[in-house]
Nanobody, 121 residues
Framework: QVQLVESGGGMVQPGKSLSLSCAASGFLFSNWHMMWVRQAPGKGPEWVSTISLGGNTYYSDSVKGRFTITRDNAKNALYLQMSDLKAEDTALYYC???????????????WGHGTQVTVSS
């Protein structure tokens, strides 16, 4: 059974850093491109970052220079290191398996359960 379990969310002050993790199981992790998706209250899902199965990375303009996506295939894990956090980064963050192109948010069934990130003073 495919599982994606995010962790590491919490409340942080603007300008601070936070790291998220995603533990994958039930599929051959190293054979999949992965992405991070976020969804703020009342908003649609937003693509945040992608890492290809080969390790190439891509970022949305809103997070470029502040976030870093990495993967550890030996641990079946995906990570998102976030720095200089802003109020607009507040959202539920999900890791997801990519089933379309590298920048298309897949159907919700391909996401994990999510972890909340709240940036507030």
């Amino acid at each position: 059974q495919v599982q994606l379990v995010e962790s590491g969310g919490g409340m942080v002050q603007p300008g601070k850093s936070l790291s998220l993790s995603c533990a994958a199981s039930g599929f051959l992790f190293s054979n999949w491109h992965m992405m991070w998706v976020r969804q703020a209250p009342g908003k649609g899902p937003e693509w945040v970052s992608t890492i290809s199965l080969g390790g190439n990375t891509y970022y949305s303009d809103s997070v470029k220079g502040r976030f870093t996506i990495t993967r550890d295939n030996a641990k079946n894990a995906l990570y998102l290191q976030m720095s200089d956090l802003k109020a607009e980064d507040t959202a539920l963050y999900y890791c997801a398996r990519i089933v379309g192109d590298l920048f298309t948010v897949p159907r919700r069934i391909f996401w994990g359960h999510g972890t909340q990130v709240t940036v507030s003073s």
